[in-house]
């Protein structure tokens, strides 16, 4: 595993739930090739666009890679860096307190697109004025717009 991907991502709703889009940019350093992918959904969560975003580009790549996927998402980031999946899994998909785990569906899918890689988890400040997380910003916003009655 040679390669290197830097992935930034960002989820957006128009509401929570509401209309809401995703958006991922990847980055090959030895390159300098960048990837956009975006998409969305009428009726969502804002926390399920962010996992989707980040299931959707572990997916785009075609083979093993060293992966740094940076997200303004406490929520993501936190899960695989504070252990949460692994006792949210070893607890059946409940967490501390008992309760089903929100957005198991996204959360096993985004554990097998990740388990062919090697990711490190980033948080990075939303908002912040970083290019690239305001470029995905950017994109899921527009996506989301685009389920808005009059969205373009």
Same mark, same amino acid.
């Given at each position: ?19 809401? %889009? #995703? ?5 090959? /350093?030895?390159?300098?090739?960048? @990837?956009?992918?975006?998409?969305? &959904? ?49 607890? %059946? #998909? ?5 309760? /089903?785990?929100?957005?198991?569906? @996204?959360?096993?899918?985004?554990? &097998? ?40």
């Amino acid at each position: 595993m040679s390669a290197q991907v830097v992935i930034f991502t960002d989820g957006a709703c128009s509401g929570n739930p509401g209309p809401g %889009g #995703w958006a991922a940019r990847m980055i090959h /350093p030895g390159s300098g090739k960048t @990837l956009d992918l975006s998409g969305g &959904e009428p009726l969502t969560t804002n926390n399920r666009m962010e996992l989707t975003a980040a299931l959707a580009a572990l997916q785009a790549l075609k083979r093993p890679v060293q992966v740094e996927l940076h997200s303004d998402s406490q929520y993501l980031v936190r899960a695989f860096n504070e252990g949460w999946l692994d006792r949210w899994r070893s607890n %059946g #998909w409940r967490t501390a307190s008992k309760k /089903p785990v929100e957005n198991q569906d @996204l959360w096993e899918r985004l554990l &097998e697109a990740a388990s062919r890689h090697r990711v490190q988890w980033r948080h990075v400040a939303g908002h912040a004025g970083h290019e690239h997380n305001e470029a995905c910003d950017r994109l899921a916003r527009e996506e989301a717009m685009k389920f808005r009655p009059g969205g373009s």
